[in-house]
């Protein structure tokens, strides 16, 4: 029996598109039929993964920096959200809104604007340069602070009031830590903990996974905030964490001979890429598998018989002096006229063909000529004896 691994791939819950992506991707799809001979824009990238704004190219849907692009045309506001503006600027361009915001999202912006309205000073912890915050901070007039990390609270003055907010896609680590420096350092703090939940419960499986395996593939855009966020939690727990964003990318190499394997993939990896990165691994498995049983073979042939064992084998020639048998080592046996019978006059071709089973007695282990000496008749008398035991 050749050695198999048995490989153990763990998807984490949660892997994939989240809701807010999948509902974008619906009303992007059902628009496709329905666009009066429009042309179809999203403003920006649908969402962050290469892959998929390829196939939507493909069906002639683009994506815009400016929103004058799609003038008199149908633009889709992505699950990222934008900010007021652009809805007034599509307005006054004739332009049909489809908006694919996140509800999660658009809960951010409606806090944002309430409390930017009552002068509470607003704090969005986050990325300054992601769409979602950019879209958000467009909700109080772009006069939010951003916190990227702990050191940019420094930047906030003279405020005896704050609403905090958080992007979507943020640890609850980073969060947690900026609202406790905030607490010491405001007098009126309203907390919102915006984090999406399916990002917390993502964040938290992918830890989870990431303490059990040998290696973790990490699949999303690399562009992708919630992607990136993946990849640091899951490096705490495991060194060996690969980001990728499509299957071809596997590291196949350093994933070799691996028992455990996690995977956990951003909220804008499609199910069809996480899909052909598992078959990919399993295919790996079963190229292991059969490496190993073939190198077992092969050492199985490098071995040989001990002297004084039995042996079966099959006959692959024969001459009037000899008989040579494949005996599944590195080297061939041969059974000499004088060792196949005690008939000195006893023809080999009478006893065996090409072809034929037989077994033989181990002699030597090397005849001087680099072959295994075998014994026919050795078996046959040893054969004979026990039958008369047996009768006796």
């Known amino acids: 029996m050749g050695g198999i691994i048995i490989l153990k791939i763990i998807v984490a819950n949660n892997a994939g598109f989240c809701f807010g992506v999948k509902q974008a991707m619906n009303k992007t799809i059902n628009t496709i039929g329905n666009t009066n001979n429009k042309k179809v824009y999203t403003y920006g990238p649908l969402i962050h993964n290469d892959q998929v704004i390829e196939k939507l190219e493909s069906m002639g849907i683009s994506a815009i920096k400016n929103v004058k692009d799609a003038k008199d045309n149908i633009m889709i506001i ?4 934008v900010s007021l503006k652009i809805y007034d600027l599509s307005n006054e361009n004739n332009i049909e809104i489809i908006d694919a915001t996140c509800p999660f999202v658009r809960n951010v912006q409606k806090i944002v604007k309430e409390y930017y309205d009552k002068d509470y000073g607003i ?3 986050g990325n300054p340069n992601h769409p979602e915050v950019i879209g958000i901070n467009g909700w109080c007039n772009n006069n939010a602070y951003i916190v990227q990390e702990l050191k940019d609270i420094d930047i906030i003055k003279n405020c005896e009031k704050i609403c905090v907010v958080a992007q979507t896609t943020i640890t609850l680590e980073l969060w947690n830590s900026v609202v406790k420096k905030l607490e010491e350092k405001v007098e009126v703090l309203k907390k919102f903990n915006t984090i999406c939940t399916a990002t917390k419960e993502r964040q938290e499986s992918c830890a989870e996974v990431a303490k059990q395996v040998d290696a973790m593939i990490v699949i999303g855009g690399y562009h992708s905030s919630n992607t ?7 490096k705490k727990y495991c060194p060996n964490t690969y980001h990728i964003e499509i299957a071809e990318e596997l590291p196949i190499v350093q994933l070799k001979n691996l ?7 951003g909220a804008s990896t499609p199910d069809w890429i996480i899909k052909e990165a598992i078959e990919k691994m399993n295919n790996m498995e079963k190229e292991n598998n059969s490496m190993m049983d073939m190198m077992e073979e092969i050492e199985n042939t490098l071995r ?9 084998g099959t006959v692959i020639h024969v001459t009037d002096d000899e008989i040579m048998v494949n005996i599944g080592y590195k080297s061939d046996g041969i059974i000499p006229k004088s060792e196949i019978s005690n008939d000195p006059f006893v023809n080999p071709h009478q006893i065996a063909k090409e072809g034929d089973e037989i077994e033989a007695y181990v002699l030597r282990t090397d005849d001087g000529e680099g072959n295994i000496l075998l014994s026919k008749k050795r078996i046959d008398i040893e054969k004979k004896l026990g039958n008369i035991r047996r009768s006796s």
């Open 304 to 312: 040989v018989p001990r002297r004084g064992t039995t042996v079966k």
């Open 78 to 81: 992505r699950s990222h959200g």
């Open 228 to 234: 990136q966020k993946l990849v640091q939690i899951s």
């Open 123 to 125: 704090v969005i912890v």
């Open 259 to 265: 028992n455990k394997i996690g995977v956990t993939a």
